[in-house]
């Protein structure tokens, strides 16, 4: 659906405009009503939740860099969750608090449900009893980057017990009140100068650059510096600017999130509806699309496989269309069309060329069978290098081919 976008969700299962491949799998109204599931909000849509978590626990993961940060999923309507987040390319939408990699892979994620979603110890406040519930699964040893929404100097303590790296921006007014901390004021500091405060086993570092930026750790400090480039508006070019290597560090490993939001927009499933549980199934369904194509490419980047050899996201995800539509269709309650959204059912069927079956199906050597269809005008053989026509389908591909004394691209296709 993401693929192929329609302005109004009933038009997949109009009759004229709609898509097989869709209203022959999932049906147009709901089939099995359910109970709510008091005290849980997203009981409707827990069955997905429980799906996509499960699978990403089963992810590998090794000591390394990870970050957690906040993921916008995009929704206008009414909703007791919707959250309201400034400088977010989607700013209205549910909240979703994930973890990631450096690189954008989704390793976990837990959503936001109001004032009850509390995790742990409820005494350090929503954003450090988040980074601390999805840590869990963090290996020891391994660095965990966040932006100053989560930062607090006492999550940082935390993270230090559990053998964890943490690094972070942080609030002037979430720095402890003590007097071994007298940050200059911006005024004072040219560009290029940084402080930094060391309190056991926190280090705070103050760097200017246009603005200054605060920053936390418990294992980089200001010790160490480099030089970055930075645009100067005065003479109108780059310049060399020093930086301590935290802010280096935190740029380069911060961006996971911001990956994952631009894989998953440039397909993402469109459904104009003011039900929110679509818009969070049709989330999630772009999300393990998107993290399924990632594990695929960097399979494909450890056994050196040349770039152009790889599929990219949207071949990838007709791929996986094509895989899932190739299974047997459950069984579902046939829904008569509304008269708002319905149009006149023609008397006669529109013949559409079935979708090629995928390469491991068609070359597998089992059950092809070929079947003479009573049918009025033969088909097109689809063999890539004939143009013929014939009545003889392939029961298992669902293809016509010609077969004849003379002519068997029946076999031709099934071998080559």
């Not at 005290?39 to 957690?68: H, T």
């Not at 998953?264 to 469109?270: A, D, L």
């Not at 049709?282 to 960097?298: E, G, I, M, Q």
Request: charged share 25%.
């Amino acid at each position: 659906m993401g693929c192929v976008p329609y302005p109004r969700l009933p038009m997949y299962w109009r009759a004229g405009t709609g898509l097989e491949i869709v209203s022959g799998l999932i049906s147009r109204d709901s089939d099995s009503p359910s109970a709510s599931e008091t005290g849980n909000p997203l009981w409707k849509v827990q069955p997905m939740i429980d799906q996509i978590k499960g699978a990403c626990s089963k992810l590998e993961r090794v000591p390394g860099f990870y970050l957690i940060d906040e993921q916008m999923i995009p929704f206008t309507g009414r909703c007791q969750l919707r959250q309201v987040v400034k400088n977010k390319p989607r700013p209205v939408g549910i909240k979703n608090f994930v973890l990631t990699t450096s690189e954008g892979l989704m390793l976990d994620f837990e959503l936001y449900r109001g004032a009850r979603t509390m995790f742990g110890d409820t005494n350090l406040g929503l954003g450090p009893s988040v980074i601390l519930h999805l840590a869990k699964s963090i290996p020891p040893g391994s660095c965990v980057y966040h932006d100053r929404y989560f930062t607090t100097v006492p999550l940082i303590e935390e993270m230090n017990k559990l053998n964890l790296h943490s690094t972070g921006t942080i609030m002037l007014n979430r720095i402890p009140d003590r007097a071994t901390i007298k940050f200059k004021i911006d005024s004072q500091m040219t560009r290029g100068e940084s402080q930094h405060f060391v309190c056991e086993p926190v280090t705070i570092v103050k760097w200017k650059d246009n603005k200054s930026v605060l920053l936390a750790s418990n294992c980089t400090g200001s010790a160490a510096t480099i030089i970055v480039k930075r645009w100067d508006k005065t003479i109108r070019q780059y310049v060399d600017v020093t930086a301590p290597k935290i802010v280096k560090n935190y740029n380069q490993h911060m961006g996971g999130v911001d990956v994952l939001d631009q894989q998953m927009e440039c397909y993402r499933t469109f459904i104009k509806t003011k039900k929110w549980t679509l818009k969070l199934l049709t989330h999630f369904f772009d999300l393990a699309l998107v993290n399924s194509w990632r594990l695929y490419r960097n399979d494909c980047n450890r056994n050196n496989y040349a770039r152009k050899d790889t599929m990219p996201l949207l071949d990838f995800r007709l791929d996986v269309a094509d895989a899932l539509s190739c299974t047997p269709s459950r069984t579902r309650r046939d829904s008569e069309d509304d008269d708002q959204v319905s149009s006149p059912r023609r008397d006669y069927k529109i013949y559409r060329p079935a979708n090629r079956p995928l390469a491991e199906k068609r070359h597998d050597g089992y059950e092809h069978f070929p079947t003479s269809d009573d049918i009025k005008a033969p088909r097109t053989c689809r063999l890539e290098t004939c143009s013929s026509r014939s009545k003889i389908r392939c029961d298992k591909c669902n293809v016509y081919l010609c077969l004849s004394r003379d002519k068997n691209c029946f076999k031709a296709y099934h071998i080559q």
